[in-house]
C-alpha cells in the first residue's frame, strides 16, 4: 500500500536548489536570507503527544499514531533476538517480555522521581523513553534532510513546569524548533472554536477539561482527572472478576473489549464476548457491565464541568455550557455525549456536546494549524 | 486552506490491538488453501460477505445459538480475519519485512551515494568553472595588454622601415607611402588577433569541456532524482516527504479571526520563550 504522496513541484523545487547552492550543509544552521521573506523548506508538525497514543500530522500530508510505549531490550541475547535497540508502539508490546517497556507519559505526563510514577521510580529511564518516543514520531512523519522542522507539541494541560522541561529536551534534540501547547487548546483551535467553548479530552490515564474564552487557558481554566479510559478498563475488570469468577482475561483484552462495545444509555447491540473458561472459550453477555463501567467517568466529568462553569464570568456561563466540545479518543464511546448532556441538564441546568469528528488526530490536526499560524519570527527565536 | 482539506491520508491505526492477540495456529485446511487459490478473483466486498454468510451457516447447522450469539460469532470471525491478514500483510513479496526493509535501504544507500557523488562532482565543477573563467579574462586583458605593448614597438620598427624604403626613393610619390603604411599596420594587428585568438580558444575549450560536464552532472543529479522517487513509491520507503507549505506559512490576513489567533500565537510563543528561557537560567 503506497500512501506516500510526492509533490512533485517540491521534489523539482529542491533539485534546482541543489543546482545553485553548493552548501545545503546541516538544516538548522541555515538562516532565512532575507528577513521579510517567508522561509520555504519548512515541515511543520503537530504532535499530540499522549499516556496512550502519540499522533503526528505534517505539513507533508503524512499522519501518524504509534501507541506510547518505548521498550529497550532486555539484555543481549534479546537485542540480538529483536535486532533491535528500542522498539516502540505494538511491536514494543508485543515483545514485552524481552523489554523494559516505559510508557513515558504514565498518568498525562512525564513521570518524575518525585512523583514515584514508574514502578522503579526510573526517571532518567522515562526521560530517556520520552527523547526516543518523540524522534521515532518524528520520523515516522518522514522529513526530508533538507528541509527544517518545527513542531507544536501538544501536551497535556496539567503537565508540571518540570515536565514541560523535560519534554521540550527531548523534543529540541530532533527538530530546529518547537513549542508546546496545551492539548484542550489544540483541539479547540484546530476546529476554530477559539472563545466560550469547554473542551473534554478522554485519554486513557487523564481526562482534561478546558475552558476556553479568547485567550490561552491558565491554570484556572483547567480541570485534569484520572477518571479516564484506564479506570473505565479498571472498573470492567473488577466487575468482571466479581461477576464472572471463572472467566479469563487480560488487561489488555479488556481494553480492546472496551473499545469494541464500550457504550453508554440505551444499547443498539447486546455485547456478546467469548472469554476462556479453563482454557474453552465461551461466550459472555456483558452488555450491563460494559454499560456501568463506561458509565463511570460521567459524574467526575460533569462535576468538573460545574466548577469551570461556576467560576466563570455569570453573564458568559449560559454561552460556555451551549458549547462543550467532545475529544480523545474516550470520546468514542457511543453514547457518552448525550449521557453527558443528560447528565449536564440534571445538575448544571443545560448543556449541549458536541463530538470532535477526528478524536485520534483532533490534537495533532490543531496542533499543526497552531504551527502553520505562527509566525516565522516566533519561530526563529525559538531556535 | 483547512489543514483538514490537506490532510486526506487515513490513519494508519498502529495504536490497536497487541500482536499476541492475533488468533495463531488454526488448522490448515486442503479445501481452504484451494479455494484461497480462487480468492484474488474476489472482491473484497463480496468476500466479506461469503464469510459472514459461511459463518453464520456453519455455525447454525452445528450449534443451537441465538440471533445475537450468532451475530457476535460473526463478528469475531471478521475481526480475527482481518488481524490475521493485517498480521499477514507484513511479510512483503514473500521475504520477511526486516530483510525486505533492509534491502530496501541498501538501494536507497546506494543512489543517496551516487547522487552525494554527483553533487559533490557538481559543485567542485562549478569551482573549477568559476576559476577557469575567471582566469579567462584575465588572461586575456594580459594578452590584449602585452600584444598592445609589443605590436607598439613592432609597429613603430615596421613604419621605420618603410620609411626609409621611401625615403631612399623621392618624396613625391607621399600618397602611395601613407596607403602602405597603413595597410601594413592593419595586417599587423589582423594577425596579432589571431594569435590571441588561438590562444583564448585553448582556454575556451577548457571552459566548454566544463560546462559539457556540468550539463550531464546536473542531468543525472535529476535522474537518481528520479530513481529515488520512482524507488520509493514503488517500495513505499521512508525518502522525506516535502512540505505543501512553501511559501503560505503563517497566518493569513484575511482569516476571519485574524486578530485574536494573531494574539493567541504571541501569548504561546510568550509562553514558550519563558519556558525556553528558564530552562538556561
Ligand atoms: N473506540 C473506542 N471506544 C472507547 N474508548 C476508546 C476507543 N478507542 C480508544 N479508546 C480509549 O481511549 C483512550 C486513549 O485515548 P487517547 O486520546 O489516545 O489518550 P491519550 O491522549 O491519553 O494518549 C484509551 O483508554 C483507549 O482505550
Ligand atoms: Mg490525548
Request: charged share 30%.
Amino acid at each position: 500500500m503506497s500512501d506516500q504522496d510526492y509533490n512533485q513541484g517540491t521534489t523539482d523545487d529542491n533539485s534546482a536548489n541543489t543546482a545553485t547552492e553548493s552548501t545545503p550543509s546541516t538544516s538548522s544552521g541555515s538562516q532565512s536570507s532575507s528577513p521579510g521573506k517567508k522561509e520555504s523548506g519548512v515541515l511543520y508538525l503537530g504532535i499530540d503527544l499522549g499516556t496512550s497514543r502519540t499522533s503526528v500530522t505534517a505539513s507533508n500530508g503524512v499522519r501518524e499514531t504509534v501507541a506510547s510505549f518505548v521498550g529497550y531490550p532486555k539484555d543481549v541475547v534479546a537485542k540480538k533476538l529483536l535486532k533491535a535497540d528500542v522498539l516502540f508502539g505494538s511491536d514494543a508490546i508485543e515483545k514485552r517480555l524481552s523489554l523494559n517497556l516505559y510508557r513515558p507519559l504514565g498518568e498525562g505526563v512525564l513521570k518524575t522521581s518525585l512523583e514515584g510514577g514508574s514502578e522503579d521510580g526510573d526517571y532518567e529511564g522515562n526521560v530517556r523513553a520520552a527523547k526516543d518516543l518523540i524522534a521515532e514520531i518524528i520520523r515516522r512523519a518522514q522529513p526530508r534532510k533538507d528541509e527544517l522542522v518545527y513542531a507544536v507539541i501538544g501536551c497535556p494541560a496539567e503537565a508540571s513546569f518540570k515536565n514541560r522541561e523535560a519534554i521540550l529536551d527531548a523534543a529540541r534534540a530532533s527538530v530546529d524548533s518547537v513549542m508546546l501547547c496545551s492539548e484542550p487548546f489544540s483541539v479547540a483551535y484546530g476546529l476554530e472554536m477559539l472563545d466560550d467553548v469547554l473542551v473534554i479530552d478522554i485519554g486513557a490515564g487523564t481526562t482534561d477539561l478546558c475552558r476556553m474564552h479568547g485567550t490561552m487557558p491558565e491554570e484556572a481554566d483547567q480541570v485534569t482527572m484520572t477518571w479516564a479510559g484506564d479506570s473505565i478498563d479498571a472498573e470492567l475488570t473488577r466487575l468482571l472478576q466479581e461477576r464472572y469468577p471463572e472467566a479469563q482475561f487480560s488487561i489488555h483484552m479488556v481494553k480492546s473489549i472496551k473499545e469494541k462495545f464500550g457504550a453508554v444509555g440505551e444499547l443498539l447491540d447486546a455485547a456478546v464476548v467469548e472469554l476462556p473458561v479453563n482454557g474453552k472459550p465461551t461466550p459472555f453477555d456483558i452488555t450491563n457491565e460494559i454499560r456501568e463501567a463506561c458509565q463511570i467517568i460521567i459524574g467526575p466529568i460533569v462535576e468538573g464541568l460545574g466548577k469551570l462553569v461556576g467560576s466563570f464570568d455569570p453573564e458568559f456561563q449560559q454561552k460556555l455550557k451551549d458549547r462543550v466540545l467532545l475529544a480523545g479518543g474516550g470520546s468514542q464511546i457511543k453514547g457518552l455525549d448525550k449521557a453527558i448532556e443528560a447528565e449536564m441538564h440534571r445538575i448544571l441546568g443545560s448543556g449541549h456536546v458536541i463530538r470532535v469528528e477526528e478524536p485520534m488526530y483532533g490534537g495533532a490536526n490543531g496542533a499543526l494549524k497552531i504551527a502553520h499560524d505562527m509566525p516565522a519570527e516566533y519561530w526563529e527565536q525559538l531556535k | 486552506m483547512k489543514v483538514s482539506e490537506q490532510m486526506s491520508k487515513i490513519p494508519r491505526g498502529d495504536d490497536g490491538v497487541p500482536e499476541d492477540e492475533v488468533p495463531k495456529g488454526a488448522p490448515e485446511d486442503d479445501t481452504v488453501q484451494q479455494h484461497a487459490r480462487k480468492l484474488n478473483l474476489v472482491g473484497s466486498s463480496q468476500l466479506t460477505k461469503a464469510v459472514a454468510e459461511s459463518v453464520r451457516e456453519g455455525l447454525r447447522d452445528q450449534f443451537e445459538l441465538t440471533q445475537a450469539q450468532l451475530n457476535a460469532a460473526v463478528r469475531a470471525v471478521g475481526s480475527r480475519l482481518m488481524l490475521r491478514l493485517k498480521a499477514q500483510s507484513k511479510a512483503v513479496r514473500g521475504v520477511p519485512k526486516a530483510a525486505f526493509l533492509k534491502e530496501v535501504q541498501a538501494d536507497k544507500d546506494r543512489i543517496d551515494a551516487a547522487r552525494e557523488t554527483a553533487k559533490r562532482e557538481l559543485d567542485a565543477m562549478l569551482e573549477k568553472l568559476k576559476l577557469g573563467q575567471e582566469q579567462n579574462s584575465l588572461r586575456e586583458a594580459e594578452l590584449v595588454r602585452e600584444s598592445q605593448a609589443t605590436g607598439q614597438v613592432e609597429d613603430e620598427q615596421l613604419a621605420g622601415r618603410i620609411a626609409a624604403i621611401f625615403a631612399s626613393s623621392d618624396g613625391d610619390s607621399a600618397k602611395i607611402r601613407e596607403k602602405i603604411t597603413e595597410l601594413a599596420l592593419g595586417s599587423m594587428q589582423g594577425q596579432r588577433e589571431k594569435s590571441i585568438d588561438a590562444q583564448m580558444a585553448e582556454h575556451r575549450d577548457q571552459v566548454d569541456g566544463f560546462e559539457r560536464r556540468i550539463a550531464k552532472l546536473t542531468n543525472s543529479l535529476e535522474l537518481t532524482e528520479e530513481e529515488l522517487k520512482k524507488m520509493a513509491k514503488a517500495k513505499n520507503i521512508d525518502l522525506g516527504v516535502g512540505s505543501i507549505y512553501r511559501s503560505v506559512q503563517g497566518l493569513s490576513g484575511e482569516d476571519n479571526d485574524y486578530e485574536t489567533k494573531k494574539e493567541l500565537m504571541s501569548s504561546i510563543f510568550a509562553a514558550n520563550l519563558a519556558l525556553q528561557k528558564g530552562k538556561t537560567a
